[in-house]
């Protein structure tokens, strides 16, 4: 795989290349149009060459033409056969630089190819330099006094602009070259890459989300190898006591009838139920189970929630009430997951309160919500383990014996039924002991 650095010096190099490429055409081509137009277009006539400020100095210090024919000679800008003196009458007074040419005194009509330069002395028009077409030799001479000053601005300007965009592309590869080097780690198995947030907002922004995507994959990750391990242990240990009954009935250890069957068939229902929970919790997760929800009375369902488990209750001397029933409790809900959601919370405290505790629950209308609270007064929860109460397989014993039976996932399912419903689920220690879990759910219509 590539490192950070060859990313970079790739990158750098591709917009390095592009950017001179852009920047060398164009200081190539802007010399040749303005070479061009400079010596082509007859209709140029707003540059100032030095011929013409000597021209027009040289009206200005006499007053007049005279004498301009000796004068001109001395000024070497282009050959003067190619060039005509009109004065502000378009008359020409010098042909070819003499004043004693035949076409002196004409009128001199302008013709394709021609430049013409008008010339002024304090705003008014005292006559115009015409410049016939030029052999190539002195174009090249006349657009070079011209091009050589614009061509080291240029130059100077095209230096400039290549330092600010080196930096530039150094402020965008270097965040870049970074991105991509996480990406191919994070494909190639390494969730734990993560990338620097630096450059300009988009980039940190791009950053951001990459580090963001990058912990939820890994967090995806270590909860499925966690679930796959749970899964493992869960099983093992009712298929070892099936296979050891099994084995001992084979071997002639046990009766083929009476307990050891029995032992292994109450085992057999616990696979089935893991199964079945393990199956009801994976389509919660997914957004797959389908749900009834209609305006019901949750505390008619509480009600019959707590009488199912009364007997349970009385059998661990254990006190259990619902307080709060209401006729004004309305909310938008499937009966059937609902009442599913509070055996899993009523029978999940029930299994931590030791004898002779005390089960409540509660249920009051707020202005969008119906709160839902089951509480106890066993000994609570570490408050370092409460976020983690409502994944899949955590037990309050650490050493996740099935003394208190259950499967582990009842307090995941009722989180996932919650929300799919769009309701809410929290839990918190009672300051005089024991655990509280609240549920809300949207009031509807």
Do not use: C
């Not at 965009?165 to 150094?170: G, T, Y």
């Amino acid at each position: 795989m590539n490192s950070v650095r060859q990313i970079r010096l790739r990158l750098l190099s591709l917009l390095s290349r592009a950017f001179l490429a852009v920047l060398l055409t164009l200081m190539i081509l802007f010399p040749l149009i303005t070479a061009y137009v400079l010596t082509n277009h007859p209709g140029v006539t707003g540059l100032r060459f030095p011929l013409i400020g000597y021209l027009e100095g040289y009206y200005r210090g006499h007053g007049n033409w005279n004498g301009i024919e000796g004068a001109f000679h001395t000024y070497d800008s282009f050959p003067p056969e190619y060039t005509l003196l009109l004065d502000e009458d378009n008359r020409i007074i010098l042909d070819g630089g003499l004043a004693s040419a035949s076409t002196v005194g004409s009128r001199y009509e302008v013709k394709a190819g021609d430049i013409r330069f008008q010339l002024y002395v304090d705003g008014r028009e005292i006559g115009a330099l015409i410049i016939n077409p030029l052999p190539l030799e002195w174009r090249g001479r006349m657009a070079g006094g011209i091009l050589i000053p614009v061509a080291g601005i240029s130059f100077a300007l095209g230096l400039l602009v290549v330092v600010i965009a080196f930096l530039l592309i150094r402020r965008f590869v270097n965040p870049l070259a970074e991105v991509i080097y996480a990406a191919r780690a994070v494909a190639d198995g390494k969730l734990d890459t993560r990338i620097q947030t630096e450059g300009p907002q988009d980039l940190r922004s791009l950053s951001e989300s990459f580090n963001e995507m990058a912990a939820s994959l890994e967090r995806s990750d270590r909860e499925r190898r966690d679930m796959l391990a749970d899964v493992a242990h869960e099983l093992r240990t009712p298929l070892s006591v099936i296979r050891g009954r099994l084995e001992g009935i084979v071997d002639g250890i046990y009766p083929e009838n009476g307990s050891q069957v029995s032992l292994a068939l109450e085992h057999t229902y616990v696979l089935e139920r893991l199964i079945d929970d393990l199956r009801l919790l994976t389509l919660a997760e997914a957004r797959q189970l389908p749900f009834d929800r209609r305006q019901v009375n949750p505390g008619d369902l509480i009600e019959r929630v707590v009488a199912l488990f009364s007997a349970e209750a009385q059998e661990k001397n254990i006190a259990l009430s619902f307080a709060g029933k209401s006729e004004n409790l309305s909310a938008n809900v499937d009966p059937q997951r609902f009442e599913q959601v509070m055996s899993n919370l009523v029978g999940n405290a029930l299994r931590y309160v030791p004898d002779g505790g005390r089960v409540w629950v509660t249920a009051e209308q707020e202005a969008e919500w119906v709160r839902i609270t089951v509480s106890d007064n066993g000994s609570g929860v570490p408050e370092s383990d409460l976020p983690f109460i409502f994944d899949r397989f955590w037990r309050k014993e650490k050493s996740r014996s099935r003394a208190s039976g259950g499967t582990g996932l009842g307090l995941a399912i009722s989180r996932q039924l919650i929300e799919a419903q769009g309701g809410r689920v929290e839990a918190r220690n009672l300051p005089e002991g024991g655990l509280q879990v609240m549920i809300r759910f949207p009031k509807g219509a």
